[in-house]
């Protein structure tokens, strides 16, 4: 396997890989976002509580499970990039987090936009909620530092400590926001056993989980790019690159 | 400047003082490289007393201003005390996080302690240490009298000193990750409360419930065994990224 992965270590090979992969990444991902939100959107049935509003979930919790996914990627490439120097795994990690950070903020304001009709109210300090909200700053923190420092390679040295110290305290901090929770205000909140969910609600949401998780993908081979462009922009084959498209 | 120069001296003559027959080879004792590096830190904070009270000063003016703004009734306040006197001892040891590498990552001590043949895990945790008793320890020594404004119910002081006795050291030991990570930056100072504040989040819960419980009378071990818990989690693993981290900012 490490003789499959070694050559993806040359920035100039993987470039070209991510080329090749991301058309075949975002036709998939149009294809399943496109058939999962309008069978979630317009066919699935109306949840017998919440009504219609029930069909934000089909984005709320796919972007909050990638949301906490991202930050466990970046914290594996950056484990990755301080353990065998991999400079590609910084770039990946820093293509990463702005990405994170989006999908967080998606998550919460769909999560306030359901609270308003299921809840009564934008914000409730629900134990979710609120390490969703921490989760956010943790990926603000890792990007402010990553712009912080001029020098490329150290920004990204040092956002992979600060991403590896926030992997090890996200579950401290959501264990303990959630038991803060259940301390201060009793079960208000009712559940969505995510089991009990009908089939029919169940195969679009995996649809368009699956699209989301293809969209993150696609998001991320394109920063990927850019990120590897921009960081050996002196190099001989990215200006031949540079060269190749203005003439045409 | 010149403490510095005495204490990589003495660092340099120490071991030819001591032991003779192997010179130069044989490194001080980690016993030895630790206290040398929390006394010449605590000799710098002595004679930068101001590093010391103002951080306090903040501390208390923080603990007024709440009362002023919320209103005098002794119950709302006795009610919000844990909350408001841990929020400002993570402000006011956030304030003073600052000074741990920064002096010396400008006339250039820190680098010579990297470059020490004593493990950076050791020296960075007497800093840590050093840092603590400067600043959690007086936090401590004044927040009963800060309580017994805010009206917080008598079954707390003991709840109070505790949680503060225990969880300080944890805010010393995660706030030294942020500074690491930030000594090298001219602006730091903004960011570090953005990398660090999340982080100090369990902490502030366990304690404010400590002291909560403890107010009801009720037993409030369990909240003191998980902070015990943070504070060891993070002492063996804080001073390793304190390490990686600096050698980043260092580079």
């Not at chain 1, 070694?6 to 991301?22: C, D, Q």
């Not at chain 1, 990405?99 to 304001?109: K, N, P, S, Y």
């Not at chain 1, 603000?140 to 305290?169: C, M, P, R, S």
């Not at chain 1, 969505?192 to 989301?212: A, E, Q, R, T, V």
Request: charge should be positive.
């Amino acid at each position: 396997m490490w003789k499959w992965l070694h050559p993806y270590a040359n920035p100039e090979v993987s470039y070209h890989f991510t080329n090749k992969l991301l058309p075949w990444l975002s036709a998939l991902a149009a294809l399943f976002l496109g058939i999962g939100l309008v069978w979630a959107l317009l066919f699935a049935p109306a949840d017998y509580q919440q009504g219609h509003s029930f069909r934000i979930f089909y984005v709320h919790v796919p972007a909050a499970s990638l949301s906490m996914g991202i930050y466990f990627a970046m914290a594996i490439a950056a484990f990755s990039s301080l353990v065998w120097q991999l400079k590609l795994a910084d770039a990946s990690a820093a293509a990463m987090a702005p990405v994170g950070a989006a999908f967080t903020a998606i998550a919460l304001i769909t999560g306030a936009a359901w609270g308003k009709p299921m809840w009564g109210t934008w914000w409730i300090w629900d134990a979710r909620l609120t390490s969703e909200l921490i989760l956010l700053f943790l990926y603000l923190g890792v990007i402010a530092l990553h712009n912080a420092f001029e020098d490329k390679n150290l920004a990204g040295k040092a956002a992979g400590i600060l991403t590896l110290v926030g992997v090890i305290n996200i579950p401290i901090i959501k264990y303990s926001v959630d038991w803060w929770n259940t301390l201060h205000q009793g079960s208000t909140v009712s559940k969505l056993g995510k089991p009990s969910m009908s089939l029919d609600m169940l195969w679009p949401f995996i649809i368009c989980f699956i699209g989301f998780s293809l969209l993150v993908g696609v998001i991320i081979c394109l920063r990927f790019r850019n990120e590897i462009l921009a960081r050996n922009s002196i190099r001989p084959w990215v200006r031949e690159l540079v060269q190749q498209n203005t003439v045409k | 400047m010149t403490l510095e120069a005495q204490s990589v001296q003495s660092t340099e003559n120490l071991p030819a003082q001591t032991n003779n027959p192997i010179p130069s080879s044989q490194p001080l004792s980690y016993r030895r490289a630790f206290m040398l590096v929390l006394k010449r830190d605590l000799t710098i904070a002595m004679r930068h007393k101001d590093d010391i009270i103002n951080p306090l000063l903040f501390f208390v003016i923080v603990i007024t201003l709440f009362p002023l703004g919320i209103g005098p009734e002794a119950q709302t306040l006795s009610r919000i005390a844990p909350g408001i006197i841990w929020v400002a001892a993570l402000l006011a040891t956030l304030l003073s996080l600052d000074r741990l590498f920064k002096s010396d990552h400008h006339d250039g001590s820190l680098e010579q302690m990297l470059l020490s043949p004593h493990p950076i895990f050791l020296l960075v945790l007497a800093k840590i240490f050093a840092h603590w008793l400067i600043t959690g320890l007086p936090l401590i020594l004044i927040a009963p009298l800060l309580a017994v404004l805010l009206h917080l119910d008598e079954n707390s002081y003991g709840a109070l000193v505790f949680t503060l006795l225990l969880g300080t050291p944890v805010l010393s030991l995660l706030g030294a990750v942020g500074v690491a990570l930030t000594v090298g930056i001219k602006k730091g100072g903004v960011l570090l409360s953005l990398l660090v504040l999340p982080l100090y989040i369990p902490v502030l819960i366990f304690a404010t419930s400590a002291i909560d419980t403890a107010a009801l009378g009720l037993p409030y071990s369990g909240q003191l065994a998980i902070i015990a818990a943070l504070f060891f989690g993070s002492l063996s693993l804080a001073p390793f990224a304190v390490g990686a981290a600096l050698k980043v900012s260092t580079n």
